[in-house]
């Protein structure tokens, strides 16, 4: 082959890994049963492409050939490793025997495999970060360094988080399955929060250089999609509609130097009008069936926003209606800070500065940077500047992401510059 068929080719694989390699493995997985022996398999179906597709020609149907090529190297070296385990020549008896035709991997087989590992790895016998962790690393195909960025820890940490929870997969038989419609709901909040947490990273990060992280929030959205398609209960429609509505302003968040850019001062021109319409139609959906939780409630809070044209025609006593809902269904002082934010911008800044400083004054939302940040917002509006100092200081030694860090740091020297 030529050397121009022969670069295709190798573009043609870095292509097809990039986009199609997380579900060529969620396939691999189902068919060995094993995390591990599936993206060994997978690693050397990809070494074996790279060898032959220059050479031979790209196949028809790569992912398929991937998928089938994983599959016999997985039979190889489960062979290998029965002269030290019996047991493992019948694993690849069974795997060799078992009816077998790539051909028939479309893409439901496809996103139906990618499912049943996002159940997996949410499985409620796994530990919470145990779950983030493995979904973010399976499903996702995160490194163990970028998942120790979101967790804000180390990565041999990481990884054995992640060697746990297969560990605990394979010995409590876990099956690798979506399960039955009458253990949906209990295991569907697992799975939601997980993707909820994903999407998070992605459009606010919690470290690093960048504020979001495309990659993320994008592949969170394809999850809700998929999660959406089987099972299109209110609360899944809810979280799709959260992250369409929050996705639809990430061009106009930050600017083109990656400084940041708070929702009041954003271009609104530049809000995608698709996501926005599309999520607006799911939140009526939700809040149409009458059992809807917080999600829904979530993204009903970002649809009026998203009504707005311009700040000024923002429905302040609206939000503040909703996020009263939100804190009966779920208590939490982040929620409320939100809320006090949302009665300053009704009410006044004194109004909203008197709620954040009680939820302060109990000792919550103490390390937690845009508490602080929201309080030294108020309390400039109000000329309070020593106040207003203290807290974006406060906010400064917390923050962990640069953007956010730039932000607080121009604020301060802006107060300086004001004395």
Known sequence: MHETSSGHARDTLETVYRSESRRVLATLIRLVGDFDLAEEALHEAVMAAMEQWPREGVPANPRAWLVSAGRFKAIDRLRRRARFDASLEEAADKLQTESFDPTEWDEKHIEDDRLRLIFTCCHPALPREAQIALTLREVCGLTTEEIARVFLTTAPTIAKRIVRAKAKIRDARIPYEVPPRSELPARLDSVLQVVYLIFTEGYSASAGATLTRTDLSEEAIRLGRLLLELLPEPEVMGLLALM????????????????????????????????????????????????????????????????????????????????????????????????????????????????????????????????????????????????????????????????????????????????
């Open 244 to 419: 369409l509505l929050q996705d639809s302003r990430r061009a106009s968040r930050t600017s083109a130097e990656g400084e940041v850019i708070l929702l009041e001062d954003q271009d609104r021109s530049l809000w995608n009008r698709e996501l926005i319409e599309e999520g607006g139609r799911l939140v009526e959906r939700a809040l149409g069936s009458r059992r809807f939780g917080p999600y829904t409630l979530q993204a009903a809070i970002a649809a009026v926003h998203a009504e707005a044209r311009e700040t000024e025609a923002t429905d302040w006593g609206r939000i503040v209606g909703l996020y009263d809902v939100l804190l009966r269904a779920t208590p939490s002082p982040v929620v409320e800070l939100n809320r006090a934010v949302a009665v300053a911008m009704r009410d006044g800044p004194a109004e909203g500065l008197a709620l954040i400083e009680g939820i302060l004054g109990r000792g919550e939302l103490e390390d937690y940077y845009l508490a602080h940040s929201a309080r030294a917002e108020l309390c400039r509006r109000l000329g309070r500047r020593d106040e207003a100092a203290s807290s974006y200081r406060q906010a400064l030694s917390l923050a962990k992401q640069e953007p956010s860090r730039r932000f607080l740091a121009k604020r301060l020297s802006e107060l300086d510059q004001n004395e």
